[in-house]
């Protein structure tokens, strides 16, 4: 029997895009004779993605797609998809034919090949804004100091997964979702292939610099806590400089110089009130991750789907 291949597509204000990108995957997935599913993730879009979607869902069976409730994020779109898969496999692209298509059959090869995981690392050319470039590299080198996970550099959403691998991420209980490193951190038997990212077929990027921000955030707090261990580590060392200053204070009081502490005195206490500030911020990230994971609220909700695995549909078309 042949093995079956879901494609998993998170898409958001993607809708000049869906026609194309269908048409590239299909064309690659009927040549090679591969038993598949499309599904696309609508993650509540206000273009006309999901109604471009519907329509190619009409037409051809092997196309699905879920309708979140409202936006919740590339990674969580993603996440709904994996979820619904049925496929021995799941490969998830972006919807933008920046991930190329024709890439497909080659992870497939490799999966056949016996490798549970298959992810690409991209390589920027001049299709990648130099804004981009320099953010991600900052991102990756920020990611590989802050926390304990060895992310190369590139590394996108973009990528294979066999079954074995995609249920063991339905285990993971995270809130907080950054998948490309949970994917890194579970080991199996891992390949990765390096391509050219193409152009953003239409429409634009939907990670400003706040996005960007959040997201780096998101990588290193869920993979490290170094740096909390940073700021006892700060805590420590300032502790022990203030002790030395025990002295000399000591010293100017009994030798009658104590009023002259003016300036020294509000430089300490400005110092020592913003390093306060900057470490209790921290702590309070990691309390605010806990607050959202202890709530134990579903990742993501769905408005409607025609996918069989569904069984949290509204109601049914
Ligand atoms: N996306 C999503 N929800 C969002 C933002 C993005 O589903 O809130 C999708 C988007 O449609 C695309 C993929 O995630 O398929 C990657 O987004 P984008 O191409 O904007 O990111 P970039 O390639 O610029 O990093
Ligand atoms: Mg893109």
Not at 197 to 219: C, D, N, Q, T, V
Not at 309 to 317: G, H, K, Q
């Amino acid at each position: 029997m042949t093995r079956r291949i879901s494609i998993v597509i998170p898409v958001y204000n993607e809708g000049r895009n869906i026609q194309p990108l269908y048409n590239r995957i299909h064309d690659i997935l009927i040549n090679a004779r591969f038993n598949y599913e499309i599904i696309f993730v609508d993650d509540g879009s206000n273009d006309q993605s999901l109604s471009e979607i519907q329509r190619i869902a009409k037409a051809d069976p092997d196309v699905f797609y879920i309708e979140l409730s409202r936006n919740f994020g590339h990674q969580f779109a993603l996440k709904a998809g994996i979820d619904m898969a049925q496929g021995d496999c799941v490969i998830s692209m972006d919807a933008d034919l920046q991930h190329p298509p024709g890439l497909i059959p080659t992870l497939i090869e490799k999966w056949q090949n016996g490798f549970d995981i298959v992810y690409t690392i991209r390589k920027d050319d001049k299709n990648t804004s130099s804004f981009k470039r320099k953010s991600s590299s900052f991102f990756y080198s920020l990611m590989r100091v802050l926390s304990d996970l060895e992310l190369e550099k590139g590394t996108a959403d973009f990528r294979l997964m066999d079954r074995r691998a995609v249920d063991a991420i339905n285990r993971f209980g995270e809130t907080d979702l950054f998948i490309r490193g949970l994917v890194k951190w579970m080991g199996f038997r891992q390949t990765s292939i390096e391509y050219s990212p193409g152009m953003r077929h239409a429409g634009e990027s939907k990670y400003s610099l706040g996005k960007m921000i959040s997201f780096a955030y998101r990588g290193i707090t869920s993979f490290s806590t170094k740096p909390l261990l940073l700021t006892a580590y700060l805590g420590i060392a300032f502790f022990i400089i203030s002790l030395s200053y025990l002295p000399y204070a000591l010293i100017s009081y009994f030798t009658g110089n104590a009023v002259n502490g003016w300036t020294s005195l509000i430089m300490t206490i400005i110092f020592f009130g913003g390093l306060q500030l900057l470490m209790l911020g921290i702590i309070g990230l990691y309390l605010g991750k806990l607050v959202l994971q202890v709530k134990q609220r579903p990742l993501y909700l769905i408005r409607e789907s025609n996918h069989p695995n569904l069984r949290n549909t509204v109601n049914e078309t």
